[in-house]
């Protein structure tokens, strides 16, 4: 048959064409399109008839996603804001790390397996899936937040284990299997391991942090979009490929460095901007590879293991997290969002556990419960993010503890009235902001960006950090008490959705758009927009009154 022919086509055709019907369902449904995602995956699987997909090919697919995504959030992340949350995210991944292992070894214990079963089962559990914990702070808007960086610290550090992990393994297999091999061996590999780890960070810190922002600088300035967009993925994909096959560091890690180093590059935004559409294609087939892996007569065969390996990597898993946090004095909104960010697994959970069965250190059946424990996990996390929000909400102890957690959401409320929002402070947003600031209005700005943050403040801005769509949010930029709303932020589900909110709260608020089609004017207009101005009308409209003698020879 044509597929057996074109194997990735097949792959990718199915798989995006699944994910979306089902997606769609779920979003109708009012559940996490990622569900529908997963099942198209379990669809498309080896353990249900019909149409069968690649399962190599998909994850290969998959990693291609993982790497574009975290070469975005390098490009949001500085080596000072590493070392910032670097006292608590290494102590924090290395204690959450033994007290998962511990936990995954005694049901492995209870469960009649060998000690290094357990160890390799237990650690198989304790590390997050890098795309799901991105893709949840993405979602609530706090990944460039002081909670954000902490939980993507803790999973660069977690990652850095990992890598340590899958080097040792086969050394510890064979000292198992007594062979003789001696220890120096052992103590050999991890220090050659932690050799090539620092190699790499030291050449992107002193070598790519010059050349890869010069060649992007480079590359723009030969007026090609399309180059400027190739030259991204090259270096995504390019370094997250040399990372792991000069250096034996993790696709994940490589592309992070890749993206972090890029940020000293004043196009650094555009670079994001860019990679956005092909990132979250792949991201996508990575939620249906999870779910190809699937084999459903593990929740008929072992129920009991199956509910226990998912109450470790919930339950257990996010209490670690939470006390490991709060035992570092930070606030609980910084200690529930790091629970719910790695209460659940991933992509090296699935490696650990295939080499584990590979080396015969594990029994075949712990890759079943570890698989569907990754998928039971990614179905429940939107969940537990939204349950730990709530038991955050209702738990607060007394002013204090309230302050210092609306200090860490950037939630403290305004004391400002009558003042002007603008929301998003790019190209658009920044020149509003400055003419606003010209005219001494007063202004507070919701902006995620780091930079766009700062020349906010500097115009003399209260810059908020969040989902503007949030009525937390909202309520603490006092929006019932504003005169105007500017959203000058391009996407138009994300307007839409402030729009809306903003409109429920305040009635009689002039909101101000921005539209880049027809259709974004309408479904805007529906929400309750007054003015939406679409980018190419205006544009049009300037030039013909300068065509026409009816403005000045001087542009503004």
Known sequence: MLEHQTPLIATIAAGLMLAFILGLVAQKLRIQPLVGYLLAGVAVGPFTPGFTADPALAAELAEIGVIL??????????????????????????????????????LSWALGWTPIA????????????????IRALQDRHILDTDRGRIAVGWLIVEDLAMVLALVLLPALAVVMSGDGVPATRIVFSLLVTLAKVSVFVAIMLVVGRRFIPWLMHYTAHTGSRELFRLAVYAIALGVAYGAAHLFDVSFALGAFFAGMVLRE?????QAAEEAIPLRDAFAVLFFVSVGMLLNPAVFVDAPLALLATVAIIVVGKSAAAYLIVRAFRR????????????????????????????????????????????????????????????????????????????????????????????????????????????????????????????????DGAEVYVGNAADPALLTA????????????????????????????????????????????????????????????????????????????????
Do not use: W
Request: proline share 3%; no cysteine; net charge negative.
């Open 265 to 269: 590059s004043e196009l650094s935004q």
């Open 331 to 458: 606030p609980r909104a910084v200690a529930f969002t790091i629970a719910a960010s790695l209460a659940q697994i991933g992509e090296f959970s699935f490696i650990l556990i295939a080499l584990g069965i590979e080396l015969k250190m594990v029994p075949k059946e712990s890759r079943d419960l570890v698989l569907a424990g990754a998928i039971m996990s990614i179905l429940l996390n939107p969940l537990i993010f939204a349950l730990l929000e709530r038991i955050k909400g209702e738990t607060a102890a007394g002013p204090e503890a309230a302050a210092a957690d609306q200090q860490q959401t950037d939630l403290v409320p305004t004391t400002l009235h009558d003042h002007d929002i603008v929301v998003g402070y790019g190209r658009v947003g920044s020149l509003v902001g400055a003419s606003l600031a010209r005219d001494g209005a007063k202004m507070i700005v919701v902006e995620a960006g780091e930079s766009a943050g700062a020349k906010a403040r500097a």
């Open 69 to 106: 995504l975290m070469f975005g959030v390098g490009l949001h992340f500085s080596l000072k804001d590493l070392l910032s949350v670097a006292h608590i995210a290494v102590p924090g991944a290395i204690g959450q790390i033994v007290v998962a292992t511990l936990m995954g070894a005694g």
């Open 477 to 556: 930029i006092n929006l019932a008490g504003a005169r105007r709303l500017f959203v000058t932020i391009p996407e138009a589900f994300e307007a839409g959705q402030v729009i809306q909110q903003a409109r429920a709260m305040n009635p009689s608020l002039d909101i101000l758009a921005r539209a880049h089609s027809d259709a974004a004017v309408e479904h805007l207009d529906k929400l309750g927009a007054n003015l939406i101005v679409l980018g190419e009308t205006e544009i049009a409209h300037r030039m013909l009154e300068r065509s026409r003698g009816e403005a000045s020879a001087t542009a503004i």
């Open 118 to 133: 357990g160890f390799v089962f237990g650690l198989a559990l304790s590390v997050a899936s890098t795309v799901v914990l």
